[in-house]
């Protein structure tokens, strides 16, 4: 019900969900059946995990409060006894963090990169990875081979909220094609990885608002993309901007029009507003790369709204030409390569619409 409503499912759910036997205990032996051994614990920000062997595939699935995604099904579409919001897979050698979408599918969203596998595995994630809001206490599952076992375990992240935490939003990993057939001469100027955003974070840090893009590789401070953030501060129908910035080729949707936006290209950031139905320039914005990240901090006197916890975010990625203009797929196509969507599957559906010479207009996200 509360996924066919598109509404959090309350937390006293997932406790119901919670049948199995929980095992409390980090750091102790968390199954152990025919010779196997599994062990876990949580410590400085990152949860480890232990199996005693590599012979047999598993899966954990877990199940936080705070993510914006449920599944009742697992990677296969075979129904779960309970709602999971995560999922880690040890396939054919290889770690692979997925998150669940609303249809019950999963994304990837990362390869797990801490790991070590000798005649056991032993690996760790981020605790942040199944963390996109608040606090709270998660859940998870196992699957070893065909196996999944009844025990339940779990862990409480800290109440402090990571510091003013008001949203984290991960994208899925490899979706920046646009719908899946845009091309372009892959060199060291130009790569998919180049515009494919990873993760999107917005923080209360006191009088600032911080925030951080995370792409698959970052060149030269930005050299040949441009990548824009637009705001809906006020949420309202149809009141802001309905149109992103000169050659994307794609607009808003109705509940998503925008009041506050920046664009990030060739080392150069910039701050716009919309105001008396107009686009007015407010003047640069000092960001810094850090890894693959845009970093950059706005005082909240600027933004005006206090709002925070309701705004929508439309963030979009492209390529640009030599000449520096927005590089164009074709005639009539959305030239955006990636954006900010729970599934590749949705990003897909949206930006094709221009095949059936329908507009393309893409919707926020929010808390």
């Not at 590599?54 to 877990?62: A, H, M, Q």
């Not at 390869?111 to 998660?138: K, W």
């Not at 709002?307 to 520096?324: A, C, P, R, S, V």
Request: proline share 3%; hydrophobic share 35%; net charge neutral.
């Amino acid at each position: 019900i509360y996924k066919l409503l598109q509404e959090k499912i309350p937390q006293k759910i997932f406790d119901f969900f919670s049948c199995g036997e929980m095992k409390a205990k980090e750091g102790s032996v968390f199954i152990e059946e025919k010779g196997l051994k599994f062990y876990w614990k949580k410590e400085e920000g990152k949860i480890y995990f232990v199996l005693n062997s590599t012979l047999f595939p598993f899966k954990i699935y877990f199940n936080s409060p705070s993510s914006s995604f449920y599944s009742f099904k697992d990677s296969t579409g075979t129904l779960l006894e309970f709602p999971a919001s995560h999922l880690v897979e040890f396939k054919k050698g290889k770690l692979l963090f997925y998150r669940a979408n609303s249809d019950d599918t999963y994304s990837l969203i990362s390869g797990v990169y801490d790991v070590n596998i000798t005649t056991s595995i032993e690996f760790s994630i981020p605790e942040y990875y199944l963390r996109e809001r608040s606090s709270g206490t998660v859940q998870f599952r196992v699957k070893i081979g065909d196996t999944f076992y009844p025990e339940f375990g779990y862990f409480s992240f800290p109440l402090d909220n990571e510091n003013g935490l008001i949203l984290r939003f991960f994208d899925p990993m490899g979706d920046s094609k646009g719908p899946g057939w845009y091309r372009v001469e892959e060199s060291t100027s130009y790569s998919y990885s180049m515009v494919d955003i990873r993760e999107f974070v917005v923080k209360d840090i006191g009088r600032k608002l911080f925030f951080s893009i995370k792409l698959g590789k970052i060149v030269e401070d930005l050299k040949n993309v441009f990548v824009d953030l637009y705001i809906d501060i006020n949420g309202a129908f149809r009141k802001g901007a309905m149109k992103f910035f000169p050659g994307r080729n794609a607009f808003c949707d109705s509940f998503s029009y925008w009041e506050i936006a920046f664009e990030f290209k060739n080392g150069i950031g910039k701050f716009y507003r919309y105001e008396f139905e107009d686009i007015k320039e407010v003047g640069s914005i000092d960001f810094k790369i850090v890894g693959n990240r845009i970093n950059f901090e706005i005082d909240k006197d600027v933004l005006g709204s206090k709002n925070y916890e309701n705004w929508k975010y439309i963030l979009i990625t492209g390529f640009l030409d030599e000449e520096g203009n927005v590089y164009k797929v074709g005639e009539n196509t959305p030239n955006i390569f990636d954006y900010l969507t729970e599934s590749y599957i949705l990003q897909k559906r949206t930006l094709s619409k221009y095949l059936r010479k329908i507009g393309v207009s893409l919707k926020g996200v929010k808390r």
